[in-house]
């Protein structure tokens, strides 16, 4: 009697651990939670700040952990590599991946993918299809919005500059794409003088916007295409006294906010970082639980005038920057 009463205290042992280790968020298990790696392209600017926000709202919502992890810069690739095959051996349940290079990021994204772990994409797109969903911004369009604006401010004809971000990022080289496209098909009296990388740093966008300036005494309009680049462009023509360049910028953070206010920065482009973030979360915990999830998840785009800044549906948008 021993024995047997021995024998099923050990089997319910082990009856025990095995629910524990099934159990989660999802079935009320009450063992650990579901753990999502979210890992943006970088982890300095209000953009980022967004996503993170949009993401712990989707982890509260849904009843998961999310661990956010990225480089402090955005150009800093392979330790973005290494920060998924980090999460790769830590067995996260899933990834949702801000590609800071649309190249150099495919074999990272693929090996998760291999390991049966669901990888969402934001932001920035990369060049494999092994992953659940990629939601952003139509970058494109964007630039086309862009491109719309400047040719209405500047009467369809003019001299314009336009400070790019760092190769091989794809969200911001197809505002650019989108930007160059529609000036070329649209506006034939207005010619793009000028174009450089300003990296991903202000300062290195300061300078760079500063060179083309130097270069180029006789400018109608100036065209950035992110956060970085929009803040240094902001600073090079304030500190040249070209403050009547008609600007049109990407991104809406408070010093760009600022300029907008003031009048430097005619319209800015803006994105919703915040849904992107959620967005991201509950696609992942999709995935987990069998749901159909689209290919591809349009988180929006706005044009914000000053004119604007009262509509509400600009006001919540900006709220969430």
Known sequence: MRRLA???VCVAGVVFMTSCRKGGAADGGGARKIKIAVIPKGTTHIFW????????????????EIEWIGPERESDREKQIQIVDD????????????????KALVPSVERVTE???????????VDTDKYVTFAATDNYQGGVIAARRMGEILNGKGKVLVLKYAPGSASTEERERGFFDTIAKEFPDIKIIDSKHGMDTVETSLQAAEDLLTRHTEVDGFYACNETTAVGTLQALTSAGRTG???????????????????II????????????????????DALNGRTVPKRIDTGVELVTLQRLEEPAIKQLLNLQ
């Open 115 to 125: 390991k049966g772990i669901p990888c969402v994409i934001i932001d920035s797109g």
């Open 6 to 8: 021995l024998i099923l």
């Open 49 to 64: 700040q967004s996503v993170h926000a949009g993401a712990k709202k989707a982890a509260e919502e849904f009843g998961v």
């Open 266 to 285: 005619d319209s800015l482009v803006v994105q919703d970082p915040f849904k992107m973030g959620y967005e991201g979360v509950k696609a992942v915990v």
């Open 245 to 263: 360049i008609k600007f049109v910028g990407f991104d809406a953070g408070e010093t760009l906010m600022g300029g907008l206010k003031q009048g």
């Open 87 to 102: 999460c790769i051996v830590k067995k996260v349940d899933g990834v949702v991946l801000a590609p800071n290079d649309a």
